[in-house]
């Protein structure tokens, strides 16, 4: 039985970026199209996704030669080649995918991408650049940024936090962020409530404003 089109997606661009997109996507079970028009990746990707296909993807014809109208989701993975990535998306558009994501390599590049018909812009390195400038500045260990600037990190506890409950720390009216969760040493997360005694040497999970988490986690 063949797998409904939500289950199936395309990547399109088999570089760098798409082809990890389209490798993670198949080990995470999922059916993966992925079409390149270079005949090199295409050859070195056919026996690791369902199905590879050498095609110019700017072409909507083409596309629906290949069968994407029966996919729900696309991925475009061109990034340097700004004209065949707008292209690309504006086709997608045009054969109906319903879920368009794409990589940007600037703001304007993405501005463009978003207005032909991309419903998610990925900016990879902008936003692998600004975790790794965040977890080498601060005690944090990790840092996820979503949308409308509110941001999840891990971090490390400030020093004076040890053997105090989080009521008497105060970090919402100190910071303005919520803990969510407190991991001792060697053990698993707990969620965080008022009265947790924060150990020694623990680690937090806490969740505000982009500002108010960099603030607290450059905080000694
Ligand atoms: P990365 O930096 O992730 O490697 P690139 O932009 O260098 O991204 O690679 C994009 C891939 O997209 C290349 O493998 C290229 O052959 C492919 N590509 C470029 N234009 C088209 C197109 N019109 N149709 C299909 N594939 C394309």
Known sequence: K??????????????????????????????VLGVDEDPK??????????????????????????GMTEFGRAVVGIGTDIEASVLTVLALTEVGVREIWAKAISTKHGKILRSVGAHHVIYPEATMGERVAHLITSRMLDFIELDDDFAIAKTRAPRDAAGRTLAEI??????????????????????A????????????????????????????
């Open 170 to 191: 105060g970090l919402r009216t100190r910071y303005g962020v919520t803990v969510v969760g407190v991991k001792k040493p060697g053990t698993d997360f707990v969620y």
């Open 2 to 31: 063949a797998p409904t089109s939500d289950e199936n997606v395309a990547v399109i661009g088999l570089g760098r970026f798409g082809g990890q997109v389209a490798d993670s996507l198949t080990r995470l079970g999922h059916e």
């Open 41 to 66: 990746l295409v050859q070195q990707w056919s026996d690791r996704l369902t199905h590879v296909v050498q095609a110019d993807a700017t072409d909507e014809e083409v596309l629906r030669q290949i």
């Open 193 to 220: 409530a008022p009265d947790t005694v924060l150990p020694g040497n623990c680690v937090l999970i806490v969740a505000g404003t982009t500002e108010q988490v960099q603030r607290f986690a450059a905080a000694t």
